[in-house]
Nanobody, 125 residues
Framework: QVQLAESGGGLVQAGGSLRLSCATSGGTFSNYPIAWFRQAPGKEREFVAAISWSDISTYYTDSVKGRFTISRDNARNTVYLQMNSLKPEDTAVYYC??????????????????WGQGTQVTVSS
């Protein structure tokens, strides 16, 4: 089972940028689709973005389209989430997750087998 560890969170002013990293170990990284989810206080965990195992397809929730970019570096076993034009409503704990080898991307939290511990992103107004 793949292990994941997020980093790169922090405090930023509205309009600023952050780049989150999701470092993985175990398994063959290039075979796994990877997603980012986030959870704000008092809210359910929600899908943010995902990238297919083949690196051909990317997926975004509507609220981050045009602002966030997901990418993967198979040589470094790492997925990135570049977040630009951040808004206070982006404040949340961000988690990366992996599904089984060669599986398709789903936007639900169900079906993602491995999760990181999360990294806090706080956007001040």
């Amino acid at each position: 089972q793949v292990q994941l560890a997020e980093s790169g969170g922090g405090l930023v002013q509205a309009g600023g940028s952050l780049r989150l990293s999701c470092a993985t170990s175990g398994g063959t990284f290039s075979n796994y689709p990877i997603a980012w989810f986030r959870q704000a206080p008092g809210k359910e965990r929600e899908f943010v973005a995902a990238i297919s195992w083949s690196d051909i397809s990317t997926y975004y929730t509507d609220s981050v389209k045009g602002r966030f970019t997901i990418s993967r570096d198979n040589a470094r076993n790492t997925v990135y989430l570049q977040m630009n034009s951040l808004k206070p409503e982006d404040t949340a704990v961000y988690y990366c997750a992996a599904r089984g080898p060669h599986s398709i991307v789903v936007r639900s939290t169900f079906g993602w087998d491995s999760w990181g511990q999360g990294t806090q992103v706080t956007v001040s107004s």
